[in-house]
Every structure is written in C-alpha cells, then in structure tokens.
C-alpha cells in the first residue's frame, strides 16, 4: 500500500495558539499494531512551520486532532 501524501490531509484550526502557523493540514488515520490491543491514532501535520512534517502517534481516539497538535 502506497503512503498518502500530507496533502490528501484537511486543514485545521488551532486554538490558543497565537503565531503565523494556526491552520495546519492533518492526515489523520486509525491502524492496529502488532502487540498492542486497541486501535492507534498516527496524525500527521503538515504546515506546522518546520520543514519536515510532525507525525504523533497516540491511542486518544476521540479527542480532535487539534487538540492533540496545542501546545
């Protein structure tokens, strides 16, 4: 299976955050890995004012991603 680009991503909107990056893009997938019992949550976010995207794997499945990205 081919990775989906950062692009395929929707844009988001950070709250609380008062700096140029406030919209970023976020792929957001739900995957099982070995060993592990429940399901995985890898988001990945793009536009986040570093050259290289930022990728946070977590098992909070029902929190938004947003949420998530906050500092």
């Given amino acids: 299976m ?6 395929a991503g929707r844009r988001g909107d ?9 919209r970023p893009r976020v792929l957001e997938e739900t ?3 070995p060993g592990y019992a429940g ?3 890898p ?3 793009a536009d ?3 050259a290289e995207p930022t990728v946070l794997l977590t098992n909070q499945i029902r929190r938004a991603a947003s949420t998530l990205i906050e500092p």
Avoid at 2 to 7: F, T
Avoid at 14 to 22: E, F, G, K, M, T
Wanted: no cysteine.
């Fill in 39 to 41: 399901p995985m949550r």
């Fill in 2 to 7: 081919a990775p989906m680009p950062v692009s």
């Fill in 31 to 33: 995957i099982q890995l």
């Fill in 14 to 22: 950070l709250q609380n955050v008062a700096r140029a990056y406030r």
């Fill in 48 to 50: 986040l004012g570093h």
């Fill in 43 to 45: 988001l990945t976010g």
